[in-house]
Nanobody, 127 residues
Framework: QVQLVESGGGLVQAGDYLRLSCVAS????????MGWFRQAPGKEREFVAV????????NYAESVKGRFTISRDDGKKTLYLQMTSLKPEDTAVYSC????????????????????WGQGTQVTVSS
């Protein structure tokens, strides 16, 4: 069992930046593929970014490519999402998620692929 706690959300203007963090409990952080998802009001949860166990591989939703960067620090058991050039359509609750992966290179983009979820942090981008 792992607990995930996000932080770093807030209210910003279009064009601004934010860095989200997700701290994990337990000793198995390095065995997890980690992802970021978001859910806007009235919409389904959607994939944002994923990073492999090794940190070498990552993937992004088309809507955030070139603007968001996912990274991880296994020593701190922390996942990050650097968000730049924020747009009003990025407004959502952002959640991190974890799933145990046998391979160092595994990437997973489906909501149902993940076993552990954080409570989320609100990001609001005003125009």
């Amino acid at each position: 069992q792992v607990q995930l706690v996000e932080s770093g959300g807030g209210l910003v203007q279009a064009g601004d930046y934010l860095r989200l963090s997700c701290v994990a409990s337990g000793r198995l952080f390095s065995t997890y593929t980690m992802g970021w998802f978001r859910q806007a009001p009235g919409k389904e949860r959607e994939f944002v970014a994923v990073i492999s166990r090794s940190g070498t591989w990552s993937n992004y939703a088309e809507s955030v490519k070139g603007r968001f960067t996912i990274s991880r620090d296994d020593g701190k058991k922390t996942l990050y999402l650097q968000m730049t050039s924020l747009k009003p359509e990025d407004t959502a609750v952002y959640s991190c998620a974890a799933v145990t992966s046998a391979l160092l290179s595994t990437l997973r983009m489906g909501v149902d692929d993940y076993r552990y979820w954080g409570q989320g942090t609100q990001v609001t981008v005003s125009s």
